[in-house]
């Protein structure tokens, strides 16, 4: 059983920067890759970024140069660093990732989401 915290969600102006930071607990085998997801109101859910144990990331367009994801192999955790928001950033984000156990299962745990608000 693995469980995922986020924490860092905020309210914003547009153009400042947020960090966004993710934790793992539980009876952790394998938590890799993981990334952050976003869902804006009345939107689908969309993926932001992810990033696997080796540190490879992938970036949706939209948030490619602006946002920032990290991962600390040792700590369990990942982080999203967003810089220059824009009132479209405007979601809840939700944390990621794999849960492999150690007899080769895999699971996607998620998060409960933490809130984003840019605005003036």
């Known amino acids: 059983q693995v469980q995922l915290v986020e924490s860092g969600g905020g309210m914003v102006q547009p153009g400042e920067s947020l960090r966004l930071s993710c934790k793992a607990s539980?009876?952790?085998?394998?938590?890799?890759?993981m990334g952050w997801y976003r869902q804006a109101p009345g939107k689908q859910r969309e993926l932001v970024a992810t990033i696997t144990s080796g540190g490879r990331t992938n970036y949706a367009a939209s948030v490619k140069g602006r946002f920032t994801i990290s991962g600390d192999n040792a700590e369990n955790t990942v982080s999203l660093e967003m810089n220059s928001l824009k009132p479209e950033d405007t979601a809840v984000y939700y944390c990621?990732?794999?849960?492999?156990?150690?007899?080769?299962?895999?699971?996607?745990?998620w998060g409960l989401g933490t809130l984003v608000t840019v605005s003036s």
């Open positions: 539980g009876n952790i085998f394998s938590i890799w890759p």
């Open positions: 990621y990732a794999q849960s492999r156990s150690a007899l080769g299962r895999y699971f996607d745990v």
